[in-house]
């Protein structure tokens, strides 16, 4: 049972109300075939560009030193920097031109990208994490 509490008033909701906001409402959009052909297109692309191994990456802006972690994903070390460089969709030149990758560590958590050891490069000081 939950309760809305008003002003001076407490309203019950039942289960089945409950049930019923959990869902997501109907769209009224209409779905063109190219625009559903689009999404599934995106899908497969992140689909594949998210399988293999999670790895944490130490990347630092080349202009400003500016450091931050990234989480990529691919069967070994080198294919998961190589995919972070590429990009989803094999355009991203600035990637390779901005930044550049000072440290791959092994992932221990992929849902919170919790960095275990390190696998390659130089240990940071101030790592962070």
């Known amino acids: 049972m939950c309760y809305v509490i008003g002003m001076n008033q407490i309203d019950s ?8 906001l959990k869902g997501m409402p109907k769209s ?14 995106a899908q497969a692309k992140w689909r594949d560009h998210t399988t293999g ?3 944490v990456l130490y990347v630092q802006n080349r202009t400003m030193s500016h ?9 070994n070390p080198y294919q998961a920097v190589r995919r972070y460089y590429k990009g989803i969709d094999g355009k991203d030149n600035w990637t390779w031109q901005c930044t ?9 958590n992929a ?4 960095a275990g050891d390190l696998l390659h490069g130089q240990a940071q000081d101030r790592a962070p994490w």
């Open 13 to 20: 909701l039942s289960l089945q109300d409950l049930d019923k």
């Open 28 to 41: 009224t959009i209409a779905k063109d075939a190219d625009w559903v052909r689009r999404c599934k297109v």
């Open 53 to 55: 191994n999670p790895y």
């Open 67 to 75: 450091a931050f972690r990234v989480q990529a994903y691919g069967k």
């Open 100 to 108: 550049k990758v000072i440290a791959v560590y092994s992932c221990t």
């Open 111 to 114: 849902h919170t990208c919790q």
